[in-house]
């Protein structure tokens, strides 16, 4: 099965542009999140490098902000920089969990590879990836016990539907 970025968009800009005024769109280096301003009146995901799997990151994260964090740049977060200490490592998969395990459920309804990143390519000690990626199955797992966000489930069903995977389950998370 092939997975185009082009895909992508379309499948969300017709699932959520009516609605939430957003647009999910292909950008250079650096992935980032535009709400609308006097030039443009939507808000706008915008992707790096045309990577699908860089796009269900942008929007993952997406699906976290809530309506007031929608209404700023980037959501209003930091993000520190590849080379991060340990400590700031820390603070930075705390913050991850969440939209790494809708990126893992949204890339599950497409029939992608998941693959979770510390994001920490050039820091002076290595990331616990094992430890990471054990916190992001278990909060997928609490996840889909409580019923996806109402976006993440608009979504997903959407993703299925084009790219005819079976309805989720526990099942498909399990790590061998």
């Known amino acids: 099965m092939t997975h185009s970025y082009q895909d992508l968009i379309a499948i969300f ?73 340990e400590q700031k490592q820390a603070e930075f998969e705390k913050v991850e969990i969440r939209p790494q395990a809708y990126e893992w459920i949204l890339s599950v309804s497409a029939g992608f590879p998941f693959n979770v990143s510390c994001d920490n390519l050039h820091g002076d000690f290595e990331p616990d990836r094992l430890g990471f990626f054990s916190r992001v199955h278990q909060e997928v797992l609490t996840i889909l016990d409580n019923g996806l966000p109402p976006r993440v489930q608009q979504l997903s069903d959407a993703l299925a539907a084009f790219y005819a995977t079976p309805a989720l389950s526990r099942d498909d998370f399990i790590v061998k």
Not at 64 to 75: C, K, S, T
């Open 13 to 85: 800009n017709a699932t959520f542009f009516e609605h939430y005024n957003t647009k999910l769109e292909l950008g250079g280096d650096e992935p980032i999140y535009l709400p609308a301003d006097d030039q443009i009146p939507h808000h706008r995901i915008i992707f790096a490098h045309g990577f699908f799997a860089s796009a269900l990151h942008e929007i993952a994260h997406w699906c976290v902000a809530g309506p007031e964090r929608r209404l700023l740049e980037d959501f209003g977060y930091w993000y520190e920089p590849d080379g991060r200490t």
